[in-house]
Structure formats: C-alpha cells, structure tokens
C-alpha cells in the first residue's frame, strides 16, 4: 500500500467509485460515512461509520478513529442537495445545506490537521453551482451559496496549510449521475472518480486554492 486516503461519503456514488479507484490503485482507504454499504465494506480497508459531518460529536469520533495514521489524501466529498426557489423556499434545507456541504468539510479537516503532513492533499468536492461568473439561471439557493462558502473556506485553507506543504483543491466532479441529482446527470460515477483522481495527482502547492472541473477545465469563481 502506497498511501492513506481518506473519503467522507463513501458508501456510494462518487465516493464508493473514488474508494475503488484508490484500492485499485494499491493505497489504503478510511471510508466515512453516515451509513455503510455491503459494497463498501467488502473494499475498504477501514470503515468509519455512523458520521454525520455537520455533528461535531460525530466528527470527533472519526478523529479517534483515525488515531495518529497520516493521511496523504483527504477528500472531502460528503454533501446534500436541494432545490429552493422564490415560490418554494425553505430555509430551514438552507441552513441544513450549509453546515453538510460548508462547515461539514471544514470539521473534517480541522479534526484531522494533525494526521496531514507536508505532501498531503485535501480535495474539497464543490460544484461550478458555486460559481458567481458561471451562475445564468438562478434559483438553488441554499446549494449555490453552500459550495461558494465551501470554496471560501477552501481558498483559507490553501493559504494557511501552505506552510506546512499541505495543498488544497476545489473540484468540480460533473453533473454525475448520483441518486442526489435522481440519477439525471451525463456523468458517471465512475468517469467523475477517474476525473478528480486525476485533478488530485496534478494538484501541487503552485496550484492550491484553486478551482477545476474534473475534466481539466479551469473554473471561474
């Protein structure tokens, strides 16, 4: 085994491909997640479940999960999504999208600074819906501004981790066929995994705090 990779929400979609794709690859895999998976559970090295990233309680458990392991990879991709707009708002999914898709990541990495090491990376899974430059349609409020915080917060990061050779990306996985999009996006899981693995190997300190597709694109803030 080559390196540790951590996944938050791993027990499907992206993250389960991402955990197959770093197995394969011959590292080993801590695999967070709310609830685990059969499938998971026959490929991960270490499952870490009932993890709520928005609960501090939770998040503390997986640091004492972690123990003192270094952790190469850190890929926060655990998120929620809903669809408000000005005849249908509801705030109280607003607020609920912010503290999984914004401050949940924040948690993680936080509690597991000290597992990072110089030549570690963390990989914040955003969306280009956090995009001001890239936004022509409007309305999904609470998921637009949850994924602009969450590139704020990644921005922080890569600017004050960079001392300790620690970089950090903001990516972009597609419009992936998941169960949180009804399965109606024109990117497979697995094809998005392949793409963000690709962005995490390229990712360097020249580059960190910076915002990419999967596909190589450059994204706008």
């Known amino acids: 085994m080559n390196r ?3 996944i938050t929400g791993a027990n499907r979609g992206i993250g389960l491909e991402l955990t197959r794709h770093y197995v394969e690859q011959g590292d080993r895999v801590i695999c967070v997640c709310r ?6 559970e026959t490929i991960a090295h270490q ?3 009932g993890i709520d990233v928005s609960e501090a309680e939770d998040v503390a458990k997986l640091g004492e999960a972690v123990g003192s392991q270094k952790i190469d990879i850190l890929i926060n991709n655990a998120g929620i999504f809903t669809s408000e707009t000005l005849e249908n708002m509801d705030f109280g999914e607003i607020e609920r999208q ?5 401050v949940g990541p924040l948690r993680i990495t936080w509690q597991l600074l000290g597992n990072l090491v110089s030549g570690s990376k963390v990989a914040m899974i955003t969306s280009r819906m956090g995009s001001m430059g890239d936004n022509s349609s409007g309305g999904y409020y609470g998921y637009r501004a949850s994924k602009a915080g969450l590139n704020a917060i990644g921005v922080s990061l890569a600017r004050d981790l960079a001392s300790q050779g620690v970089a950090v990306a903001l ?3 597609g419009f992936v066929q998941t169960r949180m ?3 109606s996006g024109d990117v497979t ?5 392949q793409g963000l693995a690709a962005r995490i190997e390229a990712l360097t300190l020249d580059n ?3 915002f990419w597709h999967a596909n190589g694109d450059s994204l706008p803030w």
């Open 47 to 49: 499952v870490v479940s």
């Open 35 to 40: 609830r685990s998976s059969a499938e998971l």
């Open 171 to 173: 990516l972009h996985p």
């Open 98 to 102: 912010f503290c999984v898709n914004t």
């Open 208 to 210: 960190s705090g910076t």
């Open 4 to 6: 540790t990779v951590v």
């Open 189 to 193: 899981p697995e094809q998005a995994a």
């Open 181 to 183: 999009v009804k399965f």
